[in-house]
Structure formats: C-alpha cells, structure tokens
C-alpha cells in the first residue's frame, strides 16, 4: 500500500538542509525543506530573493547537494546529476552559431546520439513552441521570448521526467512575459510534465500551477502551500475570477509577511 502510494510522489524532499561553505564562513541557504510533489502536477515556488529558491532546484536537479536530507525523483534519491531533469534559466544560454533547430537538438548531440527520431521529435517541440518558421535562425534573430521557447523546446528534448525551471521569464518585458506565460501553459497541457517554476509573480504562479508554495527569508522553509483550484485548460480569463483575486491577496500577505513589508 505504501509503495504504491510512493509512485504517485515525483519528487520528494525531506528535512532538506544546504548550507554553503564560503570564505566569509557557512551561509544557511535552506534551513529545512520538506515536500512531496504528486505526478504530474505544476508547482511554483516563490520567494524573497535570496531565500534559497535557485539552491533547491538545483539539488533537485542533483547539481549542488544536500548538507542533510533526502531528496527523491520517482523513489530513487538524488544523489549526483540528473538526466532526466530538462531545466530553463532566466538566461536562455543558447549557442549564436547553431541553428535553432541544433540549438534544440544540443542536449542530445553532446551525448553523440542526434537519429532521426530525436530530429523528428526536436521538429515536433519547435512546432509546439510556435518556432517552426524559424528552425534555421540563429539565436541572435529571435526576440527575447522566442529565445525562451527554444529554451523551453530543448528543455523537452530529452523527454525528461521532470521539468524545472528558475526565474524564467523574468528578463523578458511584461507583454512578452504574460504571453511566454499563456504559451506555457499550452504546452504544459499536452506534455503534463511533472514542474517546478520559480517566479517572483505572483499572478505568473497562480494561473500556471496545481500547487503554489512560498518560502520564507533564510534560512528558509516553506511557509505555504496553496491548492490552486482552476480547470485546465485554463484561459487568461480565469484572472478575472474573484478566487484568483483572493488567491492573489493571500499569497501576497504570507510574502509580505516574510519580507517584513506591510
Ligand atoms: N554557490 C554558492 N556559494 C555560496 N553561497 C551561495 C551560493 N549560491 C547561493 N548562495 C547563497 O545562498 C543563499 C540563497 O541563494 P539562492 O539559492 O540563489 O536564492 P534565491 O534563488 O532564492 O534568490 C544566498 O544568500 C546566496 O548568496
Ligand atoms: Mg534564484
């Protein structure tokens, strides 16, 4: 029973502590991290800045590692650098001599194994992100969205089992930020990856995810976790529901509340 359970939990964390060494002496980035993440679901995490957001993910993505605590992806801890996590930064880090479509497929041709599947299924992405006119552009001729969907689109090259993504659209303006929020969303429908994205929006978080979670100022625990109730697919109308308001309002208070601003 437990076991089976189990399964059903796509990444864990327990008693999650990191703290790093430095020069100056230890920095407790993350004081105590506890959370089981269903299958399947969209969870963003906010936070002040500097709470230890970007620290979490990536020792859910096995690239730092746990001072103490255990985290697990499907069952099995984390214990160096994972595969089959796609991750997306707020700096797209693409490569300005390749081709959008080689941009995509990158992932795959740095382990030597480029087929025609994976072509086809890097095709298939840049059609999804609504970049299939631009296939053969170098990075430097797409806008600042258009570069976070070849992002997005190589972040699901691997077909990975989780999907992780700091501060995304932050760099980009506040229309193209909605709109990268919308495309997101869309996409996020027809994959159903398992998420984690961490914004500073508050609005971003509530019409993206399952679950929104808020950390406090470190040496930071979570401090919340709300149950976002909307269907999907959900449309940008959902932000004129009053309980989005509320959910708004809420989540802003328990943020303030932990910045100290009233
Ligand atoms: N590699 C590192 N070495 C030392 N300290 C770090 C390192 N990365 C982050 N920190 C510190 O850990 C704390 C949490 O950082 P971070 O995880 O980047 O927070 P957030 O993403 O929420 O802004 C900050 O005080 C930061 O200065
Ligand atoms: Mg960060």
Not at 10 to 22: F, G, L, N, P, Q
Not at 152 to 161: C, E, G, H, I, M
Not at 178 to 189: K, T
Not at 242 to 248: H, I, K, S, V
């Amino acid at each position: 029973m437990l076991a089976q359970v189990e399964t059903f939990k796509a990444i864990t964390a327990a008693r999650v502590r990191k703290v790093y060494e430095t020069p100056s002496g230890p920095v407790e980035a993350v004081a105590e991290v506890d959370f089981e993440i269903a299958r399947g679901d969209f969870v963003s995490i906010l936070g002040p800045s500097g709470c230890g957001k970007s620290t979490l993910m990536l020792m859910i993505a096995g690239l730092e590692s746990t001072t103490s605590g255990a985290i697990t992806l499907d069952g099995l801890q984390v214990s160096g650098p994972q595969t089959d996590a796609g991750m997306m930064f707020q700096d797209p880090t693409l490569l300005p001599w390749r081709s959008v479509l080689d941009n995509v497929l990158f992932p795959i041709d740095m382990r030597g194994a480029v087929s025609s599947e994976s072509r086809t299924r890097a095709e298939s992405l840049l059609r999804m992100v609504d970049l299939w006119a631009f296939r053969d552009k170098r990075p430097r001729e797409l806008s600042g969205g258009m570069r976070q969907r070849v992002a997005l689109a190589r972040a699901l090259v691997n077909d990975p089992r989780i999907l992780l993504m700091d501060e995304p659209f932050s760099a980009l303006d506040a229309i193209t930020r909605d709109e990268m929020g919308y495309a997101l969303a869309r996409i996020w429908d027809t994959t159903r990856k398992t998420a984690i994205f961490i914004t500073h929006s508050i609005r971003e978080a509530i019409f993206l995810s399952d679950r929104v979670l808020v950390m406090g100022r470190r040496p930071s625990t979570i401090i919340e976790d709300v149950r976002i109730p909307f269907e999907r697919p959900r449309d940008p109308s959902i932000e004129a529901d009053p309980r989005f308001n509320e959910l708004y309002l809420h989540l802003k208070a328990s943020i303030h509340r932990t910045t100290g601003v009233q």
